[in-house]
T-cell receptor
Framework: DAKTTQPNSMESNEEEPVHLPCNHS???????IHWYRQLPSQGPEYVIH???SNVNNRMASLAIAEDRKSSTLILHRATLRDAAVYYC???????????FGTGTRLKVLA | SAVISQKPSRDICQRGTSLTIQCQVDSQVTMMFWYRQQPGQSLTLIATANQGSEATYESGFVIDKFPISRPNLTFSTLTVSNMSPEDSSIYLC???????????FGAGTRLSVL
């Protein structure tokens, strides 16, 4: 299973963009890259996922490196409600098994 | 998405007893998952519970300690048996609605064992 590496914590000012990195150098060609976040006292929440091309949705953008060994979750304008632990997950193709790493705790400053 | 309800939301139990946690989904799903989140830690997958088959447990988790039922496509239970203080954790269920590997999680059951 591909291993992910994320910084333990990051800070951002409110209404500024945030770039959350994830390294996954052992990713296989069929592994999708998923991002989830866990707000305090809640279960994880799906944010975005992608395979090769960059992806956008209403919550965030996902930028995937050309060699797929790293990716970046982009929050375009951080709000206080975005303070959470963000997880980058690579479920092996066909198994749907999620292996959660330590994630990145994002702190948003007012 | 889906509405996933877990009961109870929290409980305080005595060591040696058992607690059954319920997970109800508002739509039919094939794949359900149970996770444990120990204090200050990330989530760890306990087992995969597909309707019509026995649950598949991950390394370190056994059926005698964490029996799982999956009687239909909208419901599952996880029992934490013969509890000890080390079982104090948040237990979460999740479902894969789309068969694309996207999971939706319940809010969790916060268990404290005294």
């Amino acid at each position: 299973d591909a291993k992910t590496t994320q910084p333990n914590s990051m800070e951002s000012n409110e209404e500024e963009p945030v770039h959350l990195p994830c390294n996954h150098s052992t990713i296989s060609g069929t592994d999708y890259i998923h991002w989830y976040r866990q707000l305090p006292s809640q279960g994880p929440e799906y944010v975005i996922h992608g395979l090769t091309s960059n992806v956008n949705n209403r919550m965030a953008s996902l930028a995937i490196a050309e060699d797929r060994k790293s990716s970046t979750l982009i929050l375009h304008r951080a709000t206080l409600r975005d303070a959470a632990v963000y997880y980058c997950i690579l479920p092996p193709f066909g198994t749907y098994k999620y292996i959660f790493g330590t994630g990145t705790r994002l702190k948003v400053l007012a | 998405s889906a509405v996933i309800s877990q009961k109870p939301s929290r409980d305080i139990c005595q060591r040696g007893t058992s607690l059954t946690i319920q997970c109800q989904v508002d739509s039919q799903v094939t794949m359900m998952f149970w996770y444990r989140q120990q204090p200050g830690q990330s989530l760890t997958l306990i087992a995969t519970a597909n309707q019509g088959s026995e649950a598949t447990y991950e390394s370190g988790f056994v059926i005698d300690k964490f029996p799982i039922s999956r009687p239909n496509l909208t419901f599952s239970t996880l029992t934490v048996s013969n509890m000890s203080p080390e079982d104090s954790s948040i237990y979460l269920c999740s479902v894969d609605l789309t068969a694309m590997g996207i999971q939706y999680f319940g809010a969790g059951t916060r268990l404290s064992v005294l």
